[in-house]
């Protein structure tokens, strides 16, 4: 099975990476990321200030992360004197150097790491919304490198094709989507107390909860825009989210939260799991899955739910869910045609998949 990827002259084995956070923080971190075997590195945000970091600053849950981490932990100084010499001489795939955020720390970042990137990704995180200031900010970065690289978008941004078209024509090689989500807020109940968060309270929000926005943004800049590289992330925690990323329009995956959350393993296991998952789904490359047309089969038929009995446990979940008091059990369960709108939320939450 090929799972081979490549975009901007950048080479991946496959299609999954890092993104950008506490787990690729240093040269020893990454090193250990590279021999699980990731398509391509990518090293947590450089900014020219070190940020000072409330503790504890990291909250997991079943399904999510919410992070008032802020960046890089280390100086410029340690990632060009010691880190990044150490990983250039140990790396054998893409390093893509994580940047923020403002244009001037651009003028001071770019030439100071340019020569140890194969591409850049640039967090758009702490700039706003002004899409002339993120242009300039582009253009600031493209007078510096001719390396490929990325900006990467904020959920907040109110129009991710607009930032897409402003961010290609002032130079950008394509986009990361998406930033962490936020700002969204922890309250600790007993302590009647807000937690994990900064002086303002607030935290980002990552992981799995937010895998359907971060995929939307993925196609609605991919559809609108053919030619831009767009590299999806967030949410991903499968070799499922791989593909799903990838058939929305990405060339590449980044996964962060989702590790933190299982265990800094689930990037072997992803990469292990993607041969079969691909053949699955009917697929036979990395690369089919990307040129493959996403289907839309839109209907406004209605049709009443069926149930496969041997399959039925009778736990009733689908009766207590019904928003249209449409299902009842009786010997058997049973739904009245007439309440029923067809809305299909019976069949997504049925555990044994017993309605069709």
Known sequence: MNLKTNFDNLYLNNPLMPASGPIVGDSKKLLFLQNEGVGALVTKTIST????????????DKDYIMNSELWSEHSLETWVNEFLPELVKNKDRPIIISVGYS?????????????????FEVSTHY?????????TTVKTIRKHTKKPFYMKISPHIPSPIEFAKTIYNAGAS????????????????????IKYGAESGFVWTSGPVIK???LATVYNIKKALPHITVIGVGGVKSAEDVIEFLLAGASGVQMLSGAMLKGKGLYKKIIND????????????V???????????VTYEKHTPIL????????QLCVKICPYFAIELKDKITFDDDLCFGCGLCISKCPTKALK
């Open 49 to 60: 200030k070190e940020p000072h970091i409330p503790r504890p600053c990291i909250y997991g």
């Open 103 to 119: 244009k001037e720390d651009m003028e001071i970042l770019i030439p100071a790491l340019d020569k140890f990137a194969d591409a």
């Open 127 to 135: 700039v706003g919304t002004d899409l002339s200031v993120i242009e």
């Open 174 to 193: 394509g986009i990361v989507a998406i930033n962490s989500l936020g700002p969204t807020l922890k309250i600790d109940l007993p302590t009647k107390s």
């Open 212 to 214: 359907n926005l971060a």
């Open 274 to 285: 993607l041969p079969s998952t691909l053949e699955k789904y009917g697929f036979n490359s």
């Open 287 to 297: 690369e089919e899955v990307i040129n493959y047309q996403l289907n839309n089969p």
């Open 308 to 315: 496969e009995e041997e399959l039925c446990t009778k736990c």
